[in-house]
C-alpha cells in the first residue's frame, strides 16, 4: 500500500469516468488501478491485436472505440501512446474539436511535461503528466505493482492537489518534476532500467556461453545484493575489478569478449570507463593504479578483433601488461 498520506476529501478528484487511448501496456493498468479507487473506465481505444487482448484482460466489458469517442465518453482521458505519437495526437484531438471544456487529459510519457498539452488547454482541457516510474507487462500484475510506485508529476499549480490526489488512488507515491526538468528524470530512469535490461541480458549470453546451465540462478542473488547495496550506499557500493584497478583481470577480460562477444566490447569498456571515474572520485580506486587500468580501457578500444599484441600471460597489451609472475610491464 502507498505510505503517501491520503488527500482530504476535499483534494480527492469526484468519481470520474476513464477514458483510455492507446491501450498499450501503460493505459489499461492505469484504469484498472483507478477502478479499484472507485472510479469508472468508460471507453478505450487500440488498434492492434495485442492492445485489444490487453484492453479485454486488464478492463473487461469496456467497450472499444476511436480516440473521439473515447473523449466523448470520458471525464478523465488517459493518452498512453509512445512518446512520439503523443504532440500529434494532442493537436489532432484539439483541432477537430474532440476535447471538452473541463475535461481531466493526463499523459504518461517521462519525456514530456505538461507543456505538451497547451493544445488541448487552449481548448478548455485540465493538463496533466502523471508518469510512472514502473516497467509494465501488460497483465494483472502491472496493477499490483503500482503499490508504492513513484510517479512523476508535472501540471500548472492549481491543478497539483488533483494531480496528486489521482497518484495516490492508484497506489503511487506523487514526486513533483519541474517541465524543465522532465527530459533528464526520464533519461535517469531510461539509463537506470532500460539499460539494466540490457546488461543482464548480456551477462546471461555469457554466462550460457561459460557452461552455466542457470545464470538467471547464480545472478539472482548478486544482482539483488548488488541493486540494494547501491541503492542504500551509492558509489560505496562499488566492488570489482574495476573499483580495485586491476588492470590485467579488466584486460583479459577484454580480450575474452573479443573472441566470444565482440558486440559486447564497446559496453563493457564504456561502463568500465565511467566506473573508474567514479571509483576515483569516491577514493575507491588509487590513482597509481588508475593510470594502467585506464590504459587498458584506452587500448581496449582500439585493439584488433583478433586480441593481436597481448601477453600470453595477463593478455594486457605491453605498455600495461603485469605478467602472472608480478614481473615488471613490458618484458616479453
Known amino acids: 500500500m ?47 491485436d495485442a492492445s ?23 471525464d478523465l482521458v488517459l493518452l498512453t501512446v509512445p512518446d512520439d505519437t503523443l504532440p500529434g495526437l494532442v493537436e489532432g484531438l484539439a483541432e477537430t474539436g474532440a476535447v471538452r471544456p ?12 505538461a507543456r ?30 503500482l503499490a508504492g510506485c513513484s510517479f512523476g508529476v508535472t501540471a ?23 517541465e524543465e526538468s522532465r527530459p533528464l528524470y526520464h533519461a535517469a530512469l531510461a539509463l537506470g532500467a532500460n539499460h539494466l535490461v540490457t546488461l543482464v541480458a548480456e551477462s546471461m549470453d555469457l554466462l550460457r556461453a561459460a557452461g552455466v546451465e542457470a545464470p538467471d540462478r547464480m545472478l539472482g542473488p548478486l544482482l539483488g ?30 580480450a575474452e569478449l573479443r573472441k566470444h562477444a565482440p558486440q559486447t566490447v564497446a559496453g563493457y569498456l564504456a561502463m ?18 588508475a593510470e594502467d587500468l585506464l590504459g587498458v580501457l584506452a587500448d581496449g578500444a582500439t585493439l584488433p578483433a583478433d586480441g593481436s599484441d597481448r601477453c600470453p600471460s595477463c593478455c594486457a597489451p605491453p605498455t600495461t601488461c603485469t605478467r602472472a609472475d608480478g614481473a615488471s610491464a613490458g618484458s616479453w
Not at 102 to 113: A, I
Not at 119 to 145: I, K, W
Open 2 to 48: 502507498s505510505t503517501s498520506p491520503q488527500p482530504e476529501p476535499k483534494d480527492r478528484p469526484a468519481r470520474l469516468g476513464v477514458g483510455v487511448v492507446g491501450a498499450g501496456r501503460v493505459g489499461p493498468a492505469l484504469a484498472a488501478a483507478l477502478q479499484l479507487a472507485g472510479h469508472r473506465p468508460v471507453a478505450v481505444s487500440g488498434v492492434s
Open 52 to 74: 485489444r487482448r490487453r484492453a479485454a484482460l486488464l478492463l473487461p466489458d469496456v467497450p472499444l472505440m476511436s480516440p473521439a469517442q473515447v473523449l466523448e465518453r470520458a
Open 102 to 113: 473541463g475535461q481531466l487529459l493526463v499523459h504518461t510519457s517521462g519525456r514530456y511535461g
Open 116 to 145: 505538451v498539452l497547451d493544445p488541448a488547454l487552449r481548448a478548455g482541457a485540465l493538463p496533466l503528466a502523471l508518469h510512472p516510474a514502473m516497467t509494465f507487462t501488460g497483465t494483472p500484475v502491472d496493477v499490483q505493482r
Open 156 to 178: 500548472p499549480e492549481e491543478l497539483r492537489l488533483a494531480a496528486e490526489a489521482l497518484v495516490i488512488e492508484m497506489g503511487g507515491e506523487p514526486e513533483w518534476i519541474s
Open 225 to 254: 545484493a548488488a541493486l540494494d547495496n547501491a541503492l542504500r550506499s551509492g558509489d560505496a557500493a562499488l566492488t570489482g575489478p574495476v573499483a580495485r584497478g586491476d588492470a590485467g583481470t579488466v584486460a583479459a577480460h577484454v
Open 272 to 289: 568500465a570507463r565511467a566506473t573508474a571515474d567514479r571509483a576515483l572520485a569516491h577514493g575507491l580506486l588509487k590513482p597509481e593504479l
